[in-house]
C-alpha cells in the first residue's frame, strides 16, 4: 500500500477515537478529508465520483477491484477510493504459539492498525502511530517498532515516556495514560498531543487514541486492580500476546 501523502488533520481531541467494535473484516479508514471518490464505470476502469468524506471515517470494504495496477475498495454506500488514500484492517494470522481461545493483540506495521483479537475473532479495531522509519533522522539507528511476538511486560496507569513522544512534541511527556510495556522500553500507550493515527510518528512505542488506549489497556491481560497504579503478569495470570509485524511505511 502507498503512504498517504496528506499530513494530520485537526488539533488533538481525547474524546474522538478512529475505533470501531467487532469490525467486520476487511475493514478500511479514510486517511485525509481531501481524499477522491472514485466510480467504477461498465468497463472496470474509474472515474472521479462524487460523496462526501471525513478524516478517519471507517467502513467495512464491501468490494475490491484493481485497474492499471492500483487497488481500488469500496465502501457501503458506493464510494470507490484508492489504496493510497486508506487504511485498511484484514483478517490476521494467528501465530502458532497463540491457542485458538486465547487473547491477543495483532499490531500491523504496514498498515498502522491495531486488532484486538479472541482466537480468530477480532473484537476490537483501531488505527495506530508506530515508530519512524529511518529516513536518516535518527544518528543512533532505526526508530522503527520492534517486531515479533511478545507478552505485555507491565501494565501503568500513567507513566512517564521519555524519547517516544510526537515528532513535533517534546522529549519527555509525564503522566501518559495507558502504558502497557511488551518489550524493554517499547509500548503500547496514549498520545494526546496528536491527531495523526495511521501514520509512523513515534520514537518507537505503537500510539494509541486516548479512548483507544484505554480501551485495548482494559482488555489486555493481567488486569488492573481496584485502586492500583501499576500490575505485572502472574505464572497464574499471563500478560496478553502482542504480536507485531509487518513493514513500516516510508522505509527507504
Given at each position: 500500500m502507498a503512504e498517504p501523502a496528506a499530513a494530520p488533520e485537526g488539533e488533538p481531541d481525547e474524546e474522538a477515537a478512529p475505533s470501531v467494535v467487532a469490525p467486520r473484516l476487511p475493514y478500511a479508514w479514510i486517511m485525509t478529508s481531501r481524499a477522491t471518490v472514485y466510480a467504477q464505470a461498465n468497463n472496470?476502469?474509474?472515474?472521479?465520483?462524487?460523496?462526501?468524506?471525513?478524516?478517519?471515517?471507517?467502513?467495512?470494504?464491501?468490494?475490491?477491484?484493481?485497474?492499471?495496477?492500483?487497488?481500488?475498495?469500496?465502501?457501503?454506500?458506493?464510494r470507490w477510493f484508492r489504496d493510497r488514500d486508506i487504511r485498511i484492517a484484514r483478517q490476521p494470522t494467528r501465530p502458532d504459539d497463540v491457542g485458538p481461545e486465547d487473547k491477543w493483540i495483532d499490531v500491523n506495521l504496514?498498515?498502522?492498525?491495531?486488532?484486538?483479537?479472541?482466537?480468530?475473532?477480532?473484537?476490537?479495531?483501531?488505527?495506530?502511530?508506530?515508530?519512524?522509519?529511518?529516513?536518516?533522522?535518527?544518528p543512533d539507528g532505526s526508530w522503527e517498532t520492534l517486531s515479533g511476538l511478545f507478552r505485555v511486560k507491565s501494565k501503568h496507569l500513567t507513566d512517564t515516556m521519555d524519547g517516544d513522544t510526537a515528532v513535533d512534541g517534546p522529549y519527555s511527556v509525564d503522566d501518559v495514560p495507558y502504558v502497557m510495556y511488551f518489550e524493554l522500553a517499547y509500548a503500547l500507550h496514549s498520545a494526546f498531543w496528536h491527531?495523526?493515527?495511521?501514520?509512523?510518528?513515534s520514537h518507537g512505542?505503537?500510539?494509541?487514541?486516548?479512548?483507544?488506549?484505554?480501551?485495548?489497556f482494559e482488555f489486555a491481560d493481567p488486569p488492573l486492580p481496584e485502586g492500583w497504579h501499576s500490575v505485572y503478569p502472574t505464572e497464574s495470570t499471563p500478560g496478553t500476546w502482542i504480536h507485531v509485524h509487518g513493514e513500516t511505511p516510508g522505509r527507504r
Open positions: 472496470g476502469s474509474f472515474r472521479r465520483g462524487r460523496g462526501r468524506v471525513t478524516y478517519h471515517e471507517g467502513f467495512p470494504v464491501v468490494a475490491e477491484a484493481t485497474f492499471n495496477d492500483i487497488l481500488y475498495v469500496q465502501a457501503p454506500d458506493g504496514t498498515e498502522q492498525v491495531l486488532l484486538t483479537m479472541e482466537g480468530d475473532r477480532a473484537t476490537f479495531g483501531t488505527l495506530i502511530s508506530s515508530g519512524k522509519a529511518d529516513r536518516g533522522e535518527n491527531n495523526g493515527f495511521g501514520l509512523p510518528r512505542c505503537v500510539n494509541l487514541a486516548p479512548a483507544d488506549a484505554r480501551h485495548v
